[in-house]
Protein backbone atom coordinates (compact mmCIF):
# COMPACT_ATOMS: atom_id res chain seq x y z
CA UNK A 1 0.00 0.00 0.00
CA UNK A 2 1.80 3.66 -0.80
CA UNK A 3 2.00 5.63 2.33
CA UNK A 4 2.32 9.47 2.45
CA UNK A 5 3.94 10.70 5.08
CA UNK A 6 4.27 14.71 5.33
CA UNK A 7 6.98 15.54 8.26
CA UNK A 8 7.20 18.62 10.08
CA UNK A 9 3.83 20.40 9.76
CA UNK A 10 5.34 21.54 6.21
CA UNK A 11 4.15 19.67 3.42
CA UNK A 12 1.45 22.31 2.54
CA UNK A 13 4.53 24.91 1.78
CA UNK A 14 6.34 22.76 -0.43
CA UNK A 15 7.60 23.66 -4.31
CA UNK A 16 7.56 22.07 -6.72
CA UNK A 17 10.24 18.53 -6.66
CA UNK A 18 9.31 15.37 -5.45
CA UNK A 19 12.47 13.00 -5.41
CA UNK A 20 12.11 9.75 -6.33
CA UNK A 21 13.65 6.08 -7.44
CA UNK A 22 17.29 6.14 -7.22
CA UNK A 23 20.86 6.94 -9.09
CA UNK A 24 20.98 6.91 -12.89
CA UNK A 25 21.90 3.70 -12.68
CA UNK A 26 18.98 2.16 -10.45
CA UNK A 27 15.41 1.23 -11.85
CA UNK A 28 12.71 4.57 -12.73
CA UNK A 29 10.37 3.82 -9.83
CA UNK A 30 8.15 6.42 -8.27
CA UNK A 31 8.67 5.10 -4.86
CA UNK A 32 10.13 5.87 -2.76
CA UNK A 33 10.10 9.89 -2.80
CA UNK A 34 11.24 12.59 -1.03
CA UNK A 35 9.59 15.89 -0.74
CA UNK A 36 11.88 18.58 -0.69
CA UNK A 37 11.94 22.54 -0.83
CA UNK A 38 13.90 26.03 -1.58
CA UNK A 39 14.76 27.24 1.91
CA UNK A 40 15.02 31.46 2.35
CA UNK A 41 16.97 32.36 5.82
CA UNK A 42 17.32 35.40 7.70
CA UNK A 43 21.10 35.76 9.28
CA UNK A 44 21.38 35.58 12.89
CA UNK A 45 18.59 33.20 13.49
CA UNK A 46 17.54 29.69 13.80
CA UNK A 47 18.73 26.83 10.90
CA UNK A 48 16.34 26.01 8.59
CA UNK A 49 15.77 22.21 7.55
CA UNK A 50 16.92 21.25 4.38
CA UNK A 51 15.97 17.41 5.10
CA UNK A 52 13.05 16.18 3.76
CA UNK A 53 9.87 17.43 4.65
CA UNK A 54 7.70 14.05 3.63
CA UNK A 55 8.04 10.89 1.68
CA UNK A 56 5.95 8.71 -0.27
CA UNK A 57 6.77 4.80 -0.88
CA UNK A 58 5.29 1.84 -1.80
CA UNK A 59 6.33 -1.13 0.35
CA UNK A 60 9.49 -1.22 2.55
CA UNK A 61 12.54 0.73 1.75
CA UNK A 62 16.01 0.86 2.31
CA UNK A 63 18.62 3.10 0.78
CA UNK A 64 20.74 6.16 1.02
CA UNK A 65 19.73 9.56 0.94
CA UNK A 66 23.11 11.87 -1.20
CA UNK A 67 23.40 15.73 -0.44
CA UNK A 68 26.13 17.65 -2.25
CA UNK A 69 26.12 21.45 -0.75
CA UNK A 70 28.19 24.15 -3.19
CA UNK A 71 28.78 27.65 -3.53
CA UNK A 72 27.36 27.85 -7.43
CA UNK A 73 24.92 25.78 -9.18
CA UNK A 74 25.69 22.31 -9.72
CA UNK A 75 27.35 21.80 -12.92
CA UNK A 76 30.83 21.34 -12.25
CA UNK A 77 32.13 18.08 -12.77
CA UNK A 78 35.45 19.05 -10.98
CA UNK A 79 33.42 19.99 -7.94
CA UNK A 80 35.83 23.48 -7.65
CA UNK A 81 33.35 25.20 -5.36
CA UNK A 82 32.12 22.80 -3.16
CA UNK A 83 31.25 23.49 0.74
CA UNK A 84 29.46 26.22 2.24
CA UNK A 85 29.45 29.89 1.52
CA UNK A 86 31.27 32.27 3.73
CA UNK A 87 29.01 33.04 7.39
CA UNK A 88 26.61 29.82 6.45
CA UNK A 89 26.99 26.44 8.50
CA UNK A 90 25.96 22.83 8.15
CA UNK A 91 24.40 20.73 11.24
CA UNK A 92 24.09 16.75 9.94
CA UNK A 93 22.50 14.85 12.96
CA UNK A 94 22.86 11.09 11.79
CA UNK A 95 24.94 11.72 8.06
CA UNK A 96 28.46 11.06 7.11
CA UNK A 97 30.62 13.39 5.77
CA UNK A 98 31.64 11.67 2.30
CA UNK A 99 35.52 11.18 2.98
CA UNK A 100 37.80 12.85 0.63
CA UNK A 101 34.92 15.31 -0.87
CA UNK A 102 34.11 18.55 0.28
CA UNK A 103 30.29 19.87 1.25
CA UNK A 104 29.37 15.91 0.62
CA UNK A 105 26.94 13.89 2.62
CA UNK A 106 24.96 10.60 2.81
CA UNK A 107 23.08 9.85 5.11
CA UNK A 108 21.08 6.11 5.57
CA UNK A 109 17.12 5.85 5.26
CA UNK A 110 14.58 3.00 5.65
CA UNK A 111 10.79 3.15 6.01
CA UNK A 112 11.02 2.98 10.11
CA UNK A 113 13.85 6.19 9.97
CA UNK A 114 13.55 8.42 6.95
CA UNK A 115 13.99 11.78 8.20
CA UNK A 116 17.90 12.54 8.97
CA UNK A 117 18.48 15.74 10.31
CA UNK A 118 20.19 18.44 8.12
CA UNK A 119 20.35 22.15 9.25
CA UNK A 120 21.92 25.41 7.54
CA UNK A 121 22.46 27.93 9.37
CA UNK A 122 23.72 32.40 8.46
CA UNK A 123 25.50 33.91 10.97
CA UNK A 124 24.28 37.37 11.74
CA UNK A 125 26.75 38.96 9.42
CA UNK A 126 25.95 36.66 6.42
CA UNK A 127 25.68 39.19 3.29
CA UNK A 128 22.81 39.85 1.72
CA UNK A 129 21.48 37.42 -1.24
CA UNK A 130 24.13 35.03 -0.40
CA UNK A 131 22.88 31.30 -1.82
CA UNK A 132 24.35 28.36 -1.00
CA UNK A 133 23.30 25.16 -3.98
CA UNK A 134 22.75 21.69 -3.35
CA UNK A 135 21.81 18.57 -4.98
CA UNK A 136 19.90 15.81 -3.55
CA UNK A 137 19.51 11.87 -4.67
CA UNK A 138 18.15 8.67 -3.21
CA UNK A 139 20.18 5.71 -3.98
CA UNK A 140 18.69 2.41 -3.42
CA UNK A 141 20.16 -0.13 -1.13
CA UNK A 142 23.19 -2.01 -3.55
CA UNK A 143 22.93 1.01 -5.90
CA UNK A 144 26.26 2.98 -7.17
CA UNK A 145 26.51 5.19 -4.05
CA UNK A 146 30.07 6.79 -6.13
CA UNK A 147 27.30 7.36 -9.04
CA UNK A 148 24.82 8.86 -6.72
CA UNK A 149 27.49 11.30 -5.72
CA UNK A 150 28.62 12.57 -9.10
CA UNK A 151 24.66 13.06 -9.92
CA UNK A 152 24.66 15.03 -6.83
CA UNK A 153 27.51 17.37 -7.44
CA UNK A 154 26.00 17.95 -11.10
CA UNK A 155 22.30 18.02 -10.45
CA UNK A 156 21.77 20.91 -12.49
CA UNK A 157 22.88 19.33 -15.77
CA UNK A 158 19.86 16.71 -15.09
CA UNK A 159 16.15 16.86 -16.14
CA UNK A 160 14.25 16.72 -12.72
CA UNK A 161 12.83 12.95 -13.19
CA UNK A 162 12.11 11.88 -9.72
CA UNK A 163 15.73 10.32 -9.05
CA UNK A 164 17.29 13.86 -8.17
CA UNK A 165 16.77 17.49 -7.44
CA UNK A 166 18.69 20.98 -7.08
CA UNK A 167 17.26 23.26 -4.60
CA UNK A 168 19.41 26.39 -2.73
CA UNK A 169 18.87 28.32 0.18
CA UNK A 170 18.98 32.21 -0.09
CA UNK A 171 20.07 34.45 2.72
CA UNK A 172 18.50 37.51 2.64
CA UNK A 173 18.87 40.17 5.45
CA UNK A 174 15.78 41.68 7.31
CA UNK A 175 16.65 45.33 5.81
CA UNK A 176 15.72 43.69 2.34
CA UNK A 177 12.76 41.51 3.25
CA UNK A 178 11.09 44.69 4.52
CA UNK A 179 10.72 46.03 1.28
CA UNK A 180 7.80 44.09 0.83
CA UNK A 181 4.74 45.43 2.25
CA UNK A 182 1.28 43.84 3.31
CA UNK A 183 -2.39 45.69 3.91
CA UNK A 184 -5.62 44.81 4.66
CA UNK A 185 -9.06 45.99 3.64
CA UNK A 186 -11.46 44.18 6.07
CA UNK A 187 -15.37 45.98 6.40
CA UNK A 188 -18.00 44.54 8.33
CA UNK A 189 -20.20 41.96 7.14
CA UNK A 190 -24.00 41.51 8.28
CA UNK A 191 -25.57 38.23 8.76
CA UNK A 192 -27.31 36.31 5.92
CA UNK A 193 -24.66 38.70 3.47
CA UNK A 194 -21.22 38.90 1.74
CA UNK A 195 -18.51 41.08 1.98
CA UNK A 196 -15.47 41.62 -0.45
CA UNK A 197 -11.84 41.99 2.10
CA UNK A 198 -8.80 42.54 0.25
CA UNK A 199 -5.02 42.01 0.67
CA UNK A 200 -2.75 44.38 -1.22
CA UNK A 201 1.17 42.68 -1.45
CA UNK A 202 3.94 44.62 -2.67
CA UNK A 203 6.36 42.01 -3.43
CA UNK A 204 9.59 42.03 -3.83
CA UNK A 205 10.64 38.50 -3.02
CA UNK A 206 8.68 35.55 -3.73
CA UNK A 207 6.91 34.23 -1.19
CA UNK A 208 3.30 32.70 -0.02
CA UNK A 209 0.84 34.87 1.14
CA UNK A 210 -1.43 33.02 3.92
CA UNK A 211 -4.62 34.84 5.36
CA UNK A 212 -6.48 33.32 8.60
CA UNK A 213 -8.51 34.47 11.27
CA UNK A 214 -8.73 34.66 15.20
CA UNK A 215 -11.16 35.97 17.68
CA UNK A 216 -10.90 39.61 18.20
CA UNK A 217 -9.83 41.75 21.05
CA UNK A 218 -11.92 40.71 23.80
CA UNK A 219 -14.07 37.63 22.45
CA UNK A 220 -13.57 33.97 23.33
CA UNK A 221 -12.42 31.30 20.93
CA UNK A 222 -15.53 29.72 19.05
CA UNK A 223 -15.86 26.39 18.56
CA UNK A 224 -16.38 23.71 15.77
CA UNK A 225 -18.95 25.18 13.37
CA UNK A 226 -20.17 27.66 15.82
CA UNK A 227 -18.88 30.88 14.03
CA UNK A 228 -21.04 30.85 10.69
CA UNK A 229 -18.72 33.11 9.24
CA UNK A 230 -16.21 31.83 6.31
CA UNK A 231 -14.24 32.71 3.23
CA UNK A 232 -16.16 31.30 -0.11
CA UNK A 233 -14.34 32.62 -3.08
CA UNK A 234 -11.04 34.03 -3.79
CA UNK A 235 -9.47 35.69 -6.90
CA UNK A 236 -6.02 37.52 -7.40
CA UNK A 237 -5.11 39.82 -10.25
CA UNK A 238 -1.86 38.82 -11.25
CA UNK A 239 -0.12 36.35 -12.92
CA UNK A 240 2.18 36.09 -11.31
CA UNK A 241 0.25 34.83 -8.29
CA UNK A 242 -1.79 31.93 -7.59
CA UNK A 243 -4.16 31.30 -4.89
CA UNK A 244 -6.59 28.60 -2.59
CA UNK A 245 -8.94 28.30 0.02
CA UNK A 246 -7.49 26.90 2.71
CA UNK A 247 -9.70 24.68 5.72
CA UNK A 248 -8.90 25.79 9.21
CA UNK A 249 -9.08 23.63 13.00
CA UNK A 250 -12.25 25.42 14.82
CA UNK A 251 -11.76 28.32 12.58
CA UNK A 252 -13.64 29.60 9.04
CA UNK A 253 -10.50 28.85 6.60
CA UNK A 254 -8.30 31.29 4.85
CA UNK A 255 -6.77 32.24 1.69
CA UNK A 256 -3.44 30.64 0.84
CA UNK A 257 -1.30 32.66 -2.23
CA UNK A 258 1.61 31.37 -3.95
CA UNK A 259 3.36 34.74 -5.23
CA UNK A 260 6.39 35.33 -7.59
CA UNK A 261 7.80 38.12 -9.03
CA UNK A 262 10.55 36.36 -11.14
CA UNK A 263 12.71 38.67 -12.97
CA UNK A 264 10.32 41.55 -13.66
CA UNK A 265 9.59 42.13 -9.97
CA UNK A 266 8.65 43.71 -7.99
CA UNK A 267 5.13 43.56 -8.37
CA UNK A 268 2.19 44.27 -6.85
CA UNK A 269 -0.91 41.91 -6.51
CA UNK A 270 -4.59 42.38 -5.22
CA UNK A 271 -5.73 39.31 -3.33
CA UNK A 272 -9.83 39.85 -3.38
CA UNK A 273 -11.84 37.31 -0.94
CA UNK A 274 -14.80 37.26 -0.53
CA UNK A 275 -16.63 36.65 3.35
CA UNK A 276 -19.77 35.27 4.19
CA UNK A 277 -22.04 35.36 6.98
CA UNK A 278 -24.91 32.95 8.10
CA UNK A 279 -28.00 34.56 8.66
CA UNK A 280 -27.99 33.36 12.22
CA UNK A 281 -24.07 34.80 12.72
CA UNK A 282 -23.85 36.38 16.31
CA UNK A 283 -22.41 39.77 16.71
CA UNK A 284 -18.39 38.45 16.58
CA UNK A 285 -15.41 40.61 16.45
CA UNK A 286 -13.37 38.77 14.56
CA UNK A 287 -9.57 39.35 13.71
CA UNK A 288 -7.68 39.35 10.50
CA UNK A 289 -3.67 38.18 10.01
CA UNK A 290 -2.11 37.63 6.90
CA UNK A 291 1.33 37.37 6.56
CA UNK A 292 3.47 37.39 3.73
CA UNK A 293 6.07 34.39 4.33
CA UNK A 294 9.55 35.09 2.31
CA UNK A 295 11.12 33.33 4.98
CA UNK A 296 11.26 29.82 6.03
CA UNK A 297 13.30 30.38 8.84
CA UNK A 298 13.66 33.47 10.01
CA UNK A 299 11.13 36.20 12.43
CA UNK A 300 10.57 39.48 10.41
CA UNK A 301 8.14 38.26 7.82
CA UNK A 302 6.39 41.00 6.62
CA UNK A 303 2.41 41.04 8.05
CA UNK A 304 -0.44 43.03 9.02
CA UNK A 305 -3.08 42.77 10.91
CA UNK A 306 -7.34 43.67 11.19
CA UNK A 307 -10.37 43.54 12.61
CA UNK A 308 -14.11 43.21 11.18
CA UNK A 309 -17.28 42.93 13.28
CA UNK A 310 -20.22 40.09 12.22
CA UNK A 311 -23.02 43.58 12.27
CA UNK A 312 -25.75 41.18 14.22
CA UNK A 313 -28.29 42.09 16.92
CA UNK A 314 -27.72 38.22 18.49
CA UNK A 315 -25.02 38.72 21.14
CA UNK A 316 -21.87 35.66 21.53
CA UNK A 317 -23.10 33.12 24.34
CA UNK A 318 -20.59 32.98 27.06
CA UNK A 319 -19.11 29.58 27.60
CA UNK A 320 -18.40 28.51 30.70
CA UNK A 321 -15.26 26.12 31.73
CA UNK A 322 -15.78 22.77 34.67
CA UNK A 323 -13.05 22.51 37.19
CA UNK A 324 -12.30 19.09 38.90
CA UNK A 325 -9.81 17.73 41.29
CA UNK A 326 -9.32 13.87 41.47
CA UNK A 327 -7.93 12.10 44.67
CA UNK A 328 -4.60 12.62 43.79
CA UNK A 329 -4.19 16.50 44.26
CA UNK A 330 -4.64 17.04 40.28
CA UNK A 331 -6.41 20.33 39.33
CA UNK A 332 -8.58 19.17 35.09
CA UNK A 333 -10.02 21.67 33.18
CA UNK A 334 -13.13 20.85 31.37
CA UNK A 335 -14.14 23.47 28.00
CA UNK A 336 -17.70 24.29 27.57
CA UNK A 337 -18.53 24.02 24.41
CA UNK A 338 -22.05 25.18 24.90
CA UNK A 339 -23.80 22.49 22.91
CA UNK A 340 -26.14 20.21 25.19
CA UNK A 341 -25.26 16.68 23.36
CA UNK A 342 -21.46 17.36 24.10
CA UNK A 343 -20.95 20.73 26.87
CA UNK A 344 -17.66 19.79 27.28
CA UNK A 345 -14.92 19.20 24.45
CA UNK A 346 -13.58 15.89 24.01
CA UNK A 347 -9.89 16.68 25.94
CA UNK A 348 -9.43 17.76 29.29
CA UNK A 349 -6.28 19.75 30.60
CA UNK A 350 -4.29 19.61 33.50
CA UNK A 351 -3.95 22.78 35.26
CA UNK A 352 -2.98 22.42 38.84
CA UNK A 353 -1.13 20.02 41.18
CA UNK A 354 -0.64 19.65 44.56
CA UNK A 355 -4.49 20.27 45.39
CA UNK A 356 -4.91 17.22 47.98
CA UNK A 357 -3.39 19.34 50.93
CA UNK A 358 -7.14 21.07 50.85
CA UNK A 359 -9.74 19.79 52.42
CA UNK A 360 -12.81 21.72 51.13
CA UNK A 361 -12.71 23.91 47.55
CA UNK A 362 -15.06 25.78 45.89
CA UNK A 363 -15.57 28.87 42.78
CA UNK A 364 -16.47 31.50 44.08
CA UNK A 365 -18.91 32.08 40.75
CA UNK A 366 -19.21 30.08 37.18
CA UNK A 367 -15.44 30.89 35.40
CA UNK A 368 -15.89 31.21 31.92
CA UNK A 369 -13.32 29.36 29.18
CA UNK A 370 -11.48 32.56 29.04
CA UNK A 371 -10.87 32.30 32.63
CA UNK A 372 -13.02 34.94 33.95
CA UNK A 373 -15.16 34.79 36.73
CA UNK A 374 -14.82 35.05 40.81
CA UNK A 375 -11.77 32.81 40.99
CA UNK A 376 -11.51 29.82 43.65
CA UNK A 377 -10.81 29.36 47.05
CA UNK A 378 -9.77 26.55 49.19
CA UNK A 379 -8.79 25.94 53.18
CA UNK A 380 -5.94 23.29 53.79
CA UNK A 381 -5.80 20.79 56.74
CA UNK A 382 -4.60 23.57 59.61
CA UNK A 383 -7.85 25.85 58.89
CA UNK A 384 -5.92 28.11 56.48
CA UNK A 385 -8.12 29.95 53.37
CA UNK A 386 -6.31 30.59 50.29
CA UNK A 387 -7.48 32.56 47.17
CA UNK A 388 -6.77 32.02 43.79
CA UNK A 389 -8.02 34.90 40.51
CA UNK A 390 -8.78 33.57 37.57
CA UNK A 391 -5.62 34.71 34.91
CA UNK A 392 -7.64 35.47 31.62
CA UNK A 393 -6.04 32.54 29.94
CA UNK A 394 -7.27 28.91 29.85
CA UNK A 395 -4.22 27.44 29.52
CA UNK A 396 -3.15 28.11 32.70
CA UNK A 397 -6.75 29.96 34.41
CA UNK A 398 -5.62 30.24 38.12
CA UNK A 399 -2.73 32.71 40.06
CA UNK A 400 -0.75 31.54 42.71
CA UNK A 401 -2.67 31.43 45.72
CA UNK A 402 -2.71 34.67 48.11
CA UNK A 403 -3.16 33.67 51.86
CA UNK A 404 -6.75 34.94 53.41
CA UNK A 405 -6.43 33.93 56.80
CA UNK A 406 -6.71 31.24 59.30
CA UNK A 407 -9.92 29.98 61.51
CA UNK A 408 -11.82 28.79 58.64
CA UNK A 409 -11.78 25.49 60.31
CA UNK A 410 -14.81 26.07 62.25
CA UNK A 411 -16.78 25.16 59.32
CA UNK A 412 -18.12 21.95 57.46
CA UNK A 413 -19.18 23.57 54.27
CA UNK A 414 -17.82 26.61 52.44
CA UNK A 415 -19.43 27.63 48.83
CA UNK A 416 -19.35 30.34 46.63
CA UNK A 417 -22.85 31.33 45.65
CA UNK A 418 -22.13 34.61 43.01
CA UNK A 419 -23.02 37.55 43.61
CA UNK A 420 -25.83 37.44 45.92
CA UNK A 421 -26.23 40.76 47.39
CA UNK A 422 -26.57 42.41 44.54
CA UNK A 423 -23.25 44.70 44.56
CA UNK A 424 -21.60 42.93 41.76
CA UNK A 425 -19.03 41.02 43.33
CA UNK A 426 -18.81 37.07 44.26
CA UNK A 427 -19.89 35.82 47.33
CA UNK A 428 -19.44 33.00 49.70
CA UNK A 429 -21.65 30.72 52.18
CA UNK A 430 -20.04 29.18 55.36
CA UNK A 431 -21.80 26.57 57.83
CA UNK A 432 -20.47 26.16 61.10
CA UNK A 433 -20.86 23.15 63.39
CA UNK A 434 -24.02 24.37 65.00
CA UNK A 435 -25.95 24.58 62.21
CA UNK A 436 -25.50 28.67 61.34
CA UNK A 437 -25.27 29.46 57.62
CA UNK A 438 -22.91 32.85 57.17
CA UNK A 439 -22.62 35.35 53.98
CA UNK A 440 -19.25 36.78 53.28
CA UNK A 441 -19.30 39.09 50.86
CA UNK A 442 -16.65 39.42 48.60
CA UNK A 443 -14.79 42.22 47.78
CA UNK A 444 -12.00 43.65 45.08
CA UNK A 445 -9.37 43.19 47.76
CA UNK A 446 -6.77 40.24 46.29
CA UNK A 447 -5.55 39.88 49.99
CA UNK A 448 -8.73 40.37 52.09
CA UNK A 449 -11.11 38.83 49.48
CA UNK A 450 -14.27 38.70 51.97
CA UNK A 451 -16.02 41.62 54.31
CA UNK A 452 -17.01 40.98 57.53
CA UNK A 453 -19.31 38.01 57.97
CA UNK A 454 -23.13 38.42 58.61
CA UNK A 455 -25.46 35.62 59.96
CA UNK A 456 -28.25 34.30 57.47
CA UNK A 457 -29.59 31.69 60.14
CA UNK A 458 -29.81 28.88 61.87
CA UNK A 459 -30.91 25.27 60.76
CA UNK A 460 -29.27 24.34 57.82
CA UNK A 461 -27.17 21.60 59.43
CA UNK A 462 -30.29 19.61 58.00
CA UNK A 463 -28.39 20.01 54.49
CA UNK A 464 -25.11 17.81 53.70
CA UNK A 465 -24.56 19.55 50.33
CA UNK A 466 -24.73 23.70 48.93
CA UNK A 467 -24.44 24.32 45.29
CA UNK A 468 -24.08 28.21 44.20
CA UNK A 469 -26.46 27.62 41.29
CA UNK A 470 -27.01 30.76 39.55
CA UNK A 471 -29.98 32.22 38.11
CA UNK A 472 -32.53 29.30 37.97
CA UNK A 473 -35.25 31.14 38.09
CA UNK A 474 -34.50 34.31 35.50
CA UNK A 475 -34.65 37.35 37.83
CA UNK A 476 -31.34 37.54 37.42
CA UNK A 477 -29.55 36.85 40.95
CA UNK A 478 -27.71 33.75 42.05
CA UNK A 479 -30.06 31.29 43.96
CA UNK A 480 -28.97 28.50 45.68
CA UNK A 481 -29.58 24.77 45.65
CA UNK A 482 -29.16 22.90 48.85
CA UNK A 483 -29.81 18.81 49.22
CA UNK A 484 -30.94 17.33 52.50
CA UNK A 485 -29.84 14.09 54.57
CA UNK A 486 -32.80 12.44 52.77
CA UNK A 487 -31.95 13.29 49.43
CA UNK A 488 -34.03 16.06 48.68
CA UNK A 489 -33.30 18.99 46.64
CA UNK A 490 -34.38 21.92 47.43
CA UNK A 491 -33.90 25.70 45.86
CA UNK A 492 -33.70 29.06 47.43
CA UNK A 493 -34.19 31.68 45.50
CA UNK A 494 -32.05 35.16 45.67
CA UNK A 495 -33.57 38.25 47.37
CA UNK A 496 -30.62 40.53 46.57
CA UNK A 497 -30.14 41.49 49.89
CA UNK A 498 -27.84 40.85 51.62
CA UNK A 499 -29.31 41.07 55.10
CA UNK A 500 -31.83 37.90 53.88
CA UNK A 501 -30.01 36.88 50.96
CA UNK A 502 -32.43 34.03 50.19
CA UNK A 503 -36.40 33.44 50.44
CA UNK A 504 -38.08 30.64 51.14
CA UNK A 505 -37.07 27.59 50.13
CA UNK A 506 -39.01 25.65 47.14
CA UNK A 507 -38.85 21.44 46.78
CA UNK A 508 -36.92 20.43 43.27
CA UNK A 509 -37.18 16.85 43.83
CA UNK A 510 -36.06 13.78 45.41
CA UNK A 511 -33.56 10.96 44.73
CA UNK A 512 -30.60 13.41 44.65
CA UNK A 513 -29.06 10.98 47.56
CA UNK A 514 -27.12 8.80 44.77
CA UNK A 515 -25.06 11.45 43.82
CA UNK A 516 -21.60 12.05 45.58
CA UNK A 517 -20.54 15.64 43.21
CA UNK A 518 -22.63 18.24 41.99
CA UNK A 519 -21.57 21.45 40.11
CA UNK A 520 -23.41 24.19 38.73
CA UNK A 521 -20.82 25.69 36.04
CA UNK A 522 -23.13 28.05 34.59
CA UNK A 523 -24.47 28.32 31.42
CA UNK A 524 -23.54 25.36 29.25
CA UNK A 525 -26.05 24.74 26.52
CA UNK A 526 -26.39 28.20 24.71
CA UNK A 527 -29.84 28.99 26.14
CA UNK A 528 -29.29 31.53 28.66
CA UNK A 529 -30.22 29.65 31.69
CA UNK A 530 -27.87 28.28 34.70
CA UNK A 531 -27.47 24.21 34.15
CA UNK A 532 -26.43 21.58 36.29
CA UNK A 533 -23.62 18.71 36.58
CA UNK A 534 -24.12 15.54 39.04
CA UNK A 535 -21.74 12.62 39.45
CA UNK A 536 -23.26 9.70 40.69
CA UNK A 537 -21.26 6.91 42.48
CA UNK A 538 -20.62 4.55 39.44
CA UNK A 539 -18.60 7.53 37.57
CA UNK A 540 -22.05 8.41 35.52
CA UNK A 541 -22.24 12.35 34.55
CA UNK A 542 -25.31 13.71 34.29
CA UNK A 543 -26.59 16.70 32.83
CA UNK A 544 -29.54 19.13 34.03
CA UNK A 545 -30.51 21.54 31.60
CA UNK A 546 -32.29 24.67 33.62
CA UNK A 547 -35.55 25.43 32.47
CA UNK A 548 -35.94 29.31 34.06
CA UNK A 549 -39.19 27.65 35.83
CA UNK A 550 -38.26 28.77 39.90
CA UNK A 551 -40.75 25.60 40.64
CA UNK A 552 -39.17 23.39 38.46
CA UNK A 553 -35.27 24.28 37.48
CA UNK A 554 -33.85 21.60 35.77
CA UNK A 555 -35.09 19.43 32.92
CA UNK A 556 -34.97 15.61 32.66
CA UNK A 557 -31.11 14.31 33.14
CA UNK A 558 -28.63 13.48 29.85
CA UNK A 559 -26.08 11.33 30.27
CA UNK A 560 -23.10 13.23 29.00
CA UNK A 561 -18.78 12.94 28.96
CA UNK A 562 -16.61 15.11 31.04
CA UNK A 563 -13.92 14.35 27.88
CA UNK A 564 -10.72 12.62 28.14
CA UNK A 565 -8.79 13.07 30.85
CA UNK A 566 -9.04 11.88 34.45
CA UNK A 567 -11.27 8.76 35.41
CA UNK A 568 -14.31 10.09 36.60
CA UNK A 569 -14.28 7.35 39.65
CA UNK A 570 -11.24 9.35 40.58
CA UNK A 571 -12.83 12.81 41.08
CA UNK A 572 -13.80 14.09 44.36
CA UNK A 573 -14.29 17.74 43.84
CA UNK A 574 -16.55 18.93 40.49
CA UNK A 575 -16.40 23.00 40.79
Same mark, same amino acid.
Given at each position: ?????????????????????????????????????????????????????????????????????????????????????????????????????????????????????????????????????????????????????????????????????????????????????????????????????????????????????????????????????????????????????????????????????????????????????????????????????????????????????????????????????????????????????????????????????????????????????????????????????????????????????????????????????????????? @???????? %?? *? &? #?? !?? +? $? =???? /?????????????????????????????????????????????????????????????????????????????????? @???????? %?? *? &? #?? !?? +? $? =???? /???????????????????
Amino acid at each position: MRKTIALGGTAALLVAGLVSGGSASAADSWYPGFEIRDRVIQPGTWPAEVSPTGVSYDGPFSGTLVYAFSKAPLTDAAWTRGGLPAGMTLQADGCEARPGVTGVYTCAVTDENYYPYLGVEASAATADNTTLHYGFVYVPEGGDLAAAVKEAQTVDLYVEDHQRAARTVTVKTAEHVTQNTVQLSTPPVAPGTTVTHTAKVHAVDKGRLDIGFEPGEGMRHWEEGELQVGVSSVRQDSGTTECDLTSGYLSPGGVSCEIDPGTEGPVDVTVTYTVKASPTAAAWRIGTYAIFEVYDSGVDNPEARSEFAVQSSRPVPTHHAMVSRDKGGLLYWHHGTGKASAPFREWSETVGRGWGVYNAVTKLAPITTEAAGGGVVARDTSGVLWSYRTTGSSYEPLTARVRVGGGWGIYNQLTGVGDVSGDGRPDMIA @RDTSGVLW %LY *K &G #TT !ST +T $A =PFAT /RVRIGGGWGIYNQFTGAGDLNGDGRADLIARDTSGVLWLYPATGKADVPYGTRVRVGSGWQGYSLVSSPGDLTDDGRADLVA @RDGSGNVY %LY *K &G #TG !SG +T $A =PYAA /RVKISLGEGPAVTSLNALL
